[in-house]
């Protein structure tokens, strides 16, 4: 069975979304994002010299919450908080895996056993870390190409990440999508490996991400 964790990103993003809104600052609008209409998903990759055994996985965030705080005339100035809560991760739904050109559907007892462990005390520890988290360091460029430096958490480990953002902006509305490869050592998990190594978990994963924000008021 291939078992793994989910490294993401989000793109990437993200700290505990405040359930109150933002208070207005001069000068700057503040966007919430809208999990409905954004997507979030990490792909992993088989390796292995039994590799066409397993299958590669995409992981699909249902519960993104998180809020932009847009300076139009400074976007340096701007921040990004995000957050994605672990227990919303669902495995290999049939539509991210066509689309993401994946083969076959994977059986649901097979989905539920590999949730199970992604979440578990090994892989992601839901119960004592319920969120991965990540907010913005520093923004770079402008519309509609950024680099968001983000500081990225998952479980208890703190890291840097790049990610290269194109975003779109509305009255009312702001886009933002991108991809960005992160890596499970990075942060402290160890692949999952069966058979000596014949069927295994790439180090590397792949987080997509386009994200939809609705500006408050």
């Known amino acids: 069975m291939n078992r793994f964790w989910l490294a993401a990103v989000l793109a990437l993003a993200v700290v505990p979304v405040l359930a109150a809104r933002a208070p ?22 088989s390796e292995g010299k039994l590799a066409l055994l397993a299958h590669d996985h995409v992981i699909v965030a249902e519960g993104i919450a998180g809020l932009v705080n847009l300076h139009r005339e400074r976007i340096a100035a701007s921040t990004v908080q995000l957050s994605v809560p672990v227990s919303s991760l ?8 066509a689309r ?12 539920d056993a590999i949730r199970s462990s992604m979440l578990g005390a090994d892989q992601l520890d839901e119960a004592r870390y319920p969120r991965i988290v990540a907010t ?30 194109r975003v779109s902006l509305a009255r009312n509305e702001l886009r933002a999508s991108g991809e960005i490869d992160l890596r499970h ?29 609705r500006a408050q008021g």
């Open 185 to 213: 050592t990075d942060f402290g998990i160890v692949p999952y490996r069966f058979l000596f190594g014949t069927i295994a978990v790439q180090d590397r994963v792949k987080v997509i991400f386009e994200l939809v924000a």
């Open 100 to 111: 993401l050109g994946l083969e076959a559907t994977i059986a649901e007892w097979m989905r």
């Open 24 to 45: 207005a600052q001069q000068g700057v609008e503040v966007f919430t994002i809208d999990p409905r209409a954004s997507t979030l998903w990490v792909r992993t990759y």
């Open 136 to 165: 913005t360091a520093r923004i770079e460029g402008g519309p509609p190409e950024l680099l968001l430096s983000l500081v990225l958490r998952i479980r208890d480990v703190e890291k840097p990440v790049q990610v290269p953002v």
């Open 90 to 97: 669902e495995v290999d739904p049939p539509d991210p895996r």
